[in-house]
């Protein structure tokens, strides 16, 4: 699709009861077909706030927010030159909600697997989406990029995926439900499993999760909530081979 000069209006319905309504002007000319990685942080994405009114400002686009019941309302003008732009802002739009709730994006694809949820996170290129769509062991797949992660009133650790993969689908929103384990993943010869320790898990969920800005004041409320969702003790590190073997790891491990 190619678009110049006019507004896209859309809604975008997320998990537990959040919505974003987006008004989009494009400045020039540009294809939305084809979009590229997203970079895992926005260090270059300036944030105001103001009466209750969050403003962006970002080399491809610039807007603002103003919350209202359930999510929020954007105004957005985007760089039309730049791929991939539309689904920047909904990552940055929702990245920037759940974090007043104490929740965090998690770069993270999912499967369900026995009635177990197991997340795999990491960087790009470390086999999430491959998991998921070959390598799921009859599983169902839960998520493909991205998940909402928080702790709930149970001290449960809970997740429920976005709306959102790099490819900017709308995947069907899925309740909110107890993560057994957490994987950090990397590729390897073999397959071996490690249960992380606290100081190890605040480290790797800093590098995967999506974060608007780093400030002080944002990096202590992140670092309260990594510290929170952490201390559930179910992250584990994980090489594995490239066929579904893994899975016997993952399925001799308690609760």
Known sequence: MSCAGHFDAFRVDLSAGMHIDLD???????????????????????????????????????????????????EFTVDGKTPGAYHSIVVVCLA???????????????VIHDGRLWLFSGLSGRGKTTIVS???????????DRVVLFVDDRNRLMA????????????PARPAMPVFG?????????????????????????????TVCRDEGNDTALLHSIEQI??????????????ESFWSLLNDVVD
Do not use: M
Request: proline share 5%; charged share 25%; hydrophobic share 35%.
């Open 24 to 74: 989009i002007s494009v400045t020039s000319s540009a294809t939305w077909c084809t979009l590229p990685d997203l970079q895992d942080r926005f260090p270059d994405c300036r944030v105001g706030l103001t009466q209750g009114k969050a403003t962006f400002d970002r080399a491809d686009f610039s807007g603002s927010l103003i919350h209202e019941e359930g999510g929020c309302r954007g």
């Open 96 to 110: 920037y909600l759940i974090a007043r709730q104490g929740r965090v994006l998690l770069h993270a694809s999912g």
């Open 134 to 144: 070959d390598l799921r062991a009859g599983g169902d797949p839960f998520s493909v």
């Open 160 to 171: 429920y995926p976005t709306p959102i993969s790099d490819e900017f689908g709308l995947c």
């Open 182 to 210: 957490v994987a950090f993943i990397e590729q390897a010869d073999g397959n071996e499993l490690q249960r992380l320790d606290l100081p190890a898990t605040v480290r790797q969920l800093f590098g995967c999760v999506l």
């Open 230 to 243: 952490a201390a559930t003790r179910r992250f584990h590190r994980l090489k594995f081979r490239r066929d």
